[in-house]
């Protein structure tokens, strides 16, 4: 560490770190407009501005900029420097010269960075009296609202938006004091990432438009840490509720997975809590065939008399639904009974992954680790489209290069522009094998088009060229084989190897390869890492779960008196044809939050609990078991799925479920059950869990309108609810401090510093972990004694078929995770269904692009809009927009021009 003096008090600080970083650790106040933990430093704004001193004798000093000063041993400095604070004041003044005085209808107010640091200045009055520019502001689509006229030229937005996240379409124009901060027209951001502006901007420039339907303030809304549930990454958010409903999302940081960004989908996704196909009661199907409300008892009894019917018993479980409630169902209908809720190639691939990752052979990397990766290949997986956070995390490991090159060149690697100037065009090594074009391609050493067995080939030759014991693959092209050649060298030559591979191309085989190269690279002494992506929330979870035994065909030919379906929709997993012939001599029980197919065959509905009004346990890809917490508190039959299946158990009079009244009951009964599951219960602390014998307040202390937002129907104010299931208070009333675990804490906030940016007083270090560890538990580590064999299974080269096309699923970050596209902001997002053809393809069928096609999957004939994508391999149809229909691919179809007239 280094030591320092900051106003005469001692100070140490990371020898990597500016001082504005060191003083921020340290716990001082200093206030920074520009800087940005993950974006480094570039000295724009001039508001950290501190006084250095040469030794104890010079009593002048001299004014640096925090953010671009590294810190030195025995250096001296001073923040309350009169001659420096009056300047930071001065800088405040000279930003909110054009600033509007819109503080209380701005809907920043309360949680704006400007605000913190105006009043940390000891800024209060203008001096400016005369006109101020002002701008036109832009519709930028339905998640990003603009109000230029609040920017102080940070350039954050510009620097996380293009130089982060790679976008193009947001850009800085004109100069001096009418830069404008913008797309080049009015148009809807296209970055999969740009509802970040609304937390990176630190006015309110960029607002949350979909926050502004329902607006509150900060302190009038109950948070609670959470779990993105729009992919298997495992991303930590915080819910904001206020009267019942979901308001907003935002980022919860974790040093280890997500830090300081989410994406679009996980961000804006969550419309369907607050849908009107809300599944909001239990619904029974009577003798006329239609689905009547009944009440709580009633739909228990009846649930009750449905299990004591006798016949055979079994229970369908769900990716999206918590290790808890997919457990209550598993010890409901027995072990043997519970089928996972996949479809059958899905869950083929699912437990192959979860071999793969239990064998603790392979070390799985967070987050964190992908943005540390040297070198790393990328084989088959559409990361943009189908894990957005990860490629991002990819996109700051290939900046590796560049900040070898600048600690060559003395350059701390926090200062940004020195980097990028030294750095050049320089990336590390970044191989993309995919059937399409994705949006990794611009930073990538080589991007590869090939058919998916075609990658998997390549693959299986990259493991057999760094270790001849591995299979080795007969025929393979001289074309494929020199790309093999050049993957393995790339590979060997880096310290930290990265595989990324995944389901989204339907290749089990690929998932194969992927394991081979990571195991070819650890038998060579690499420090490797294999990520294999899951699609839903807790798929990796429910594979653990079954271990991948039963699948959902399985399930779907076996003859049941009594079908239990949690929180899945059938047609998504399989053929209508299939499940009408499997239910037909069924009865049908489902639990779920909303309408869907499945719902609407059942004789009994239980409205189950959606992430928000339950909490529950998800893992992640990365084998990361995460608690979530339940912001609202339902008055109505809303429940957790698993109280529901409990207390049907109950009134059954099933023993299995004795004994579960509280989460932690039914966590502590799957822990011991599953051995993979033991750490379960360290994932969070217990619900009896009090700070200075207090419960955690989940509203803010200034919270209000407690009576106000009943008074329709009572001007008393109700009773706060309780929650049984955690040590959350309901209110604003409990302990709120340090001494808080990171996993439960329902927002950030410390004295002075009320917006996003308060995180920094919560770090060991800033842009490291939280102080007492990221929430979560590993519960895969690598072990240095386990093993995992070769797999074998070489598939053959790709041969085209006559008249015919290998359909592949193209992912789409908008509308294929069934929750999310519910919400209307996404809706506007998503892209009519289309069907790709390598341009000589379609000439081959005298087809143009936007013509209709049509082609038949999964027994259905489909209209397709037709797109050319030269670089797609002949003899292969890329498939884009119809997730549902995602189990029937990889498929041989044929496909037609639409007759005219065709809708």
Not at 158 to 178: E, I, K, Q, S
């Amino acid at each position: 560490m280094t030591n320092f003096l900051v106003d005469g008090k001692p100070c140490s600080g990371k020898p990597d770190e500016n001082l504005l970083q060191a003083c921020l650790a340290a716990g001082l106040d200093l206030p920074y407009f520009c800087w940005h933990p993950s974006l480094g430093s570039v000295g724009a704004c001039r508001q950290c501005a501190v006084k250095q001193y040469a030794n104890e004798d010079d009593k002048t000093g001299h004014m640096v900029m925090a953010c671009m000063t590294p810190v030195t041993e025995g250096a001296r400095y001073s923040l309350e420097d009169p001659q420096a604070a009056a300047f930071r004041a001065s800088v405040i003044e000279w930003l909110m010269i054009n600033h509007p005085h819109d503080c209380p209808v701005c809907e920043e107010g309360g949680e704006c960075h400007l605000q913190d640091m105006t009043m940390m200045t000891g800024h209060a009055y203008r001096s400016y009296r005369f006109t101020k520019r002002t701008h036109r502001n832009q519709n930028l689509g339905p998640f990003i609202k603009h109000e230029m006229n609040r920017c102080i030229a940070c350039y954050r937005c510009t620097r996380f938006y293009r130089d982060y996240a790679g976008g193009r379409d947001l850009d800085v124009f004109a100069a001096h004091d009418h830069v404008y901060f913008g797309r080049h027209e009015d148009g809807t951001l296209e970055s999969e990432f740009s509802g970040n502006l609304v937390e990176i901007c630190p006015t309110g420039v960029f607002t949350d438009k979909t926050f502004s339907a329902r607006y509150a303030r900060k302190w009038d809304m109950r948070g609670a840490p959470s779990v993105c549930t729009g992919c298997g990454l495992g991303c930590n958010t915080t819910v904001n509720e206020r009267a019942g409903e979901v308001r907003r999302i935002v980022n919860r940081y974790n040093g280890s997975v997500n830090g300081y960004f989410l994406c679009d989908r996980g961000r804006f996704g969550y419309g369907f809590v607050n849908a009107p196909e809300r599944i909001r009661m239990p619904l029974v199907r009577g003798a006329d065939g239609k689905q009547t409300a009944v009440s709580h008892e009633d739909a228990i009894s009846h649930f009750a008399a449905m299990l004591g019917a006798g016949g055979r018993i079994i229970g369908i479980g769900s990716p999206r639904a918590s290790l808890e409630s997919n457990f209550a169902l598993r010890t409901l209908v027995g072990a043997e009974n519970f089928y996972l809720g996949f479809s059958a190639h899905e869950g083929r691939m699912l437990s192959l992954i979860a071999n793969i990752l239990s064998s603790r052979a392979l070390h799985i990397p967070s987050l964190r680790d992908v943005e540390h990766a040297d070198t790393v290949l990328v084989l088959g997986s559409d990361l943009p489209n189908a894990a957005p956070r990860a490629a991002l995390a990819v996109r700051q490991a290939v900046r590796g290069a560049a900040f070898e090159l600048a600690t060559k060149a003395n350059i701390p690697h926090w200062q940004d522009g020195g980097v990028r100037t030294v750095a050049g065009e320089a990336l590390s090594p970044l191989f993309v094998a995919t059937p399409a074009t994705t949006r990794l391609d611009d930073i990538a050493h080589t991007a590869l088009r090939a058919a998916p067995a075609d990658i998997a080939r390549l693959g299986f030759a990259v493991a057999a060229c760094i270790d001849p014991a591995a299979p080795a693959v007969a025929g393979l092209s001289a074309d494929l084989a020199a790309q093999a050649r050049m993957i393995a060298d790339a590979l060997l030559a880096a310290e930290r190897p990265l595989i990324i591979s995944g389901v989204e191309a339907g290749e089990i085989s690929m998932i194969q390869a992927a394991a081979n190269i990571a195991l070819a690279l650890r038998a060579r002494q690499k420090s490797v890492a294999l990520m294999l992506n899951v699609p839903e929330c807790n798929s990796l979870g429910l594979a653990l779960m079954t271990n991948g035994q039963t699948n959902f065909e399985a399930a779907l030919a076996t003859p049941a008196a009594l079908v239990i379906v949690l929180e899945n929709e059938l047609s998504r997993r399989t053929g209508n044809m299939a499940i009408d012939a499997a239910l037909s001599a069924a009865r049908l029980v489902v639990l779920d939050h909303s309408e869907s197919p499945t719902t609407q065959r059942a004789e009994l509905v239980l409205p189950a609990a959606s992430f928000a009004e339950s909490g529950g346990t998800l893992v992640s890809s990365e084998g990361r078991a995460q608690r979530f917490y339940q912001p609202i508190f339902t008055e109505n039959d809303i429940g957790a799925a698993w109280r529901w299946l409990s207390d049907a158990c109950r009134a059954a009079e099933n023993n299995e479920c004795e004994g579960w009244s509280t989460e932690d009951d039914i966590v502590a009964a799957l822990a011991d059950a599953l051995p993979c599951f033991s750490a379960l219960p360290d994932t969070a602390p217990s619900e009896d869990f009090r700070v200075a014998g207090c419960k955690i307040p989940s509203e803010p202390h200034r919270f209000s309108g407690r009576t106000a937002m009943h008074a329709g129907r009572n001007v008393r104010e109700p009773k706060p609810p309780v929650s049984a299931d955690s040590p959350f208070s309901t209110t604003m009333e409990g302990y709120y401090g340090g001494e808080v675990p990171p996993a439960l804490l329902p927002f950030f906030w410390a004295p002075s510093w009320n917006s996003v940016q308060s995180v920094n007083k919560f770090q060991t270090e800033i842009g490291g972990a939280l102080a007492g560890g990221d929430p979560g538990v590993r519960l895969l580590e690598a072990r240095t004694e386990a093993a995992l064999a070769y797999y074998t299974g070489v598939p053959e080269s790709f041969a085209p078929r006559p008249d015919m096309w290998l359909a592949v699923m193209l992912p789409r970050v908008f509308g294929d995770e069934e929750q999310s596209a519910r919400a209307a902001p996404i809706r506007e997002r998503m892209t009519p269904p289309l069907l790709a053809l390598n341009d000589k393809d379609a000439a081959m069928i005298d087809a143009t692009a936007g013509q209709l096609l049509e082609c038949e999957m999964d027994g259905e004939l489909q209209s397709l809009v037709l797109e050319i994508q030269p670089k797609l391999p002949r003899g292969v149809a890329g498939v884009a927009g119809l997730a549902a229909k995602a189990h029937a691919m990889p498929a041989w179809i044929r496909i037609t021009k639409a007759e005219p007239g065709t809708p």
